[in-house]
């Protein structure tokens, strides 16, 4: 499974421009979006619990962070906003349809300034 | 600086560890805790409430029922498994957690975690944010219809529920078909392009189990029921999860 998805994330995005965080696979660090913890109402804790994950991505100096789940997209968005990385996060769905260009207006939301405008697919029907 | 050492009772009492073990395959390995410190090391959750696995496991082998059924920090640890991936024992200290979980009545466990489950318990859809299946049904078929428009390559463009003898059953989060709609597009359009034959169910669709995070095993267990099923009675081969 780990090594199916960076052969789909290197395929869109280009061997070259793919950077894994340390640690990865297996002993990477859960984000601290699951386990309810999301709906927990310990938000400070939760925010806390995923600095790890924040100072990691950041570590890569990657542009954009893929989450392959809605709990981690959730909670890594917040962590980019609280900790100040500002990175986007986005879903890999998102990301397979932009390299085959049928990503169309209204499917952009998490994509950062740099690539909203790239590629749109009948930009004509942007609402 | 050092923490203040921790008192022990006196002589020992059936304790809620030794029924934790007695539910679990091998016991959950339990008692064999080297104290290495590796599950505490790379725990994202440790240090939070002055807690850590670690700690939460010796205090639980040695019969510290009350703290260790009273920490809010059992909220904290995703369940995420690093720990037991790491242990050299492979020790299931999630498993733990989770029944300590299970262990608090039900009304004082996380208000935010009981409503998204009762909300998933409210009709057959099991989605966490009460979306009932028509109103599920309704969107995707009015987003469909929009895209199918707007884009006409993308005019065969099939995204079912209920169809009959699709290989695969596809669960949704709640979000998008609540908050965002357009956000189930691209998904639509890869299993499109890849020629899948794939069906949502107006029954269990619902993709989250905030029943499972709360430790209400009746509860976890009916929506699996009700989703597993109905991908049955459709026929389908393969349970696609997407959460
Ligand atoms: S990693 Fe395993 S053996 Fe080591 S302290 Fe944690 S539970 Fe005990
Ligand atoms: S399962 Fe819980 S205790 Fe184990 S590493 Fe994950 S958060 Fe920590």
């Known amino acids: 499974m780990a090594e199916d998805l960076r052969y789909i994330v290197k395929s869109i995005v280009g061997e070259e421009n793919f950077i894994d965080m340390t640690p990865n696979r297996s002993n990477n660090y859960c984000c601290g979006g699951g386990g309810g913890f999301l709906q927990s109402g310990f938000n400070e804790q939760r925010l806390e619990f995923g600095r790890l994950k924040d100072e990691q991505i950041k570590a890569t100096g990657a542009d954009y962070c893929i989450a392959g789940c809605h709990n981690c997209h959730d909670q890594i968005h917040k962590l980019s906003e609280h900790y100040g990385g500002n990175y986007p996060v986005v879903h890999l769905w998102t990301m397979i349809c932009l390299s085959l260009g049928i990503l169309g207006p209204n499917e952009r939301e998490y994509l950062g300034d740099d690539l909203k405008e790239v590629n749109v697919f009948h930009p004509e029907t942007a609402i | ?243």
């Open chain 2, 1 to 243: 600086m050092a923490e203040p050492a921790i008192k022990l009772g006196g002589k020992r009492k059936s304790i809620f560890i030794d029924k934790v073990k007695e539910i679990l395959p091998e016991g959950g390995n339990l008692n064999l805790c080297l104290t290495c410190g590796a599950c505490s090391s790379g725990c994202p959750a440790t240090g939070l409430e002055g807690m850590d696995p670690r700690k939460f496991l010796r205090m639980a082998a040695l019969g510290m029922d009350e703290e260790i059924m009273s920490t809010p920090w059992v909220w904290m640890c995703t369940l995420c498994q690093r720990c037991i991936y790491v242990c050299p024992m492979k020790i299931d200290i999630p498993q733990l957690v989770h029944n300590v979980r299970a262990s608090w009545p039900r009304e004082k466990r996380p208000k935010g975690i009981i409503g998204s489950c009762d909300m998933a318990l409210r009709n057959d859809s099991c989605s966490a944010m009460g979306a009932t299946p028509e109103d599920f049904t309704f969107v995707v078929e009015d987003v469909l219809e929009e895209y199918k428009e707007a884009q006409p390559e993308f005019a065969d463009m099939e995204a079912p529920v209920d169809k009959q003898g699709a290989e695969f059953f596809l669960n949704q989060n709640s979000r998008e078909p609540v908050t965002e709609p357009d956000e189930m597009v691209p998904l639509w359009k890869i299993l499109h392009l890849a020629g899948a034959n794939w069906t949502y169910g107006s029954k269990g669709w619902g993709g989250e189990n905030y029943c499972m995070f709360l430790a209400d095993d009746d509860a976890w267990k009916h929506i699996i029921k009700t989703s597993v099923n109905h991908a049955e009675d459709l026929g389908c081969k393969i349970y696609l999860n997407t959460e």
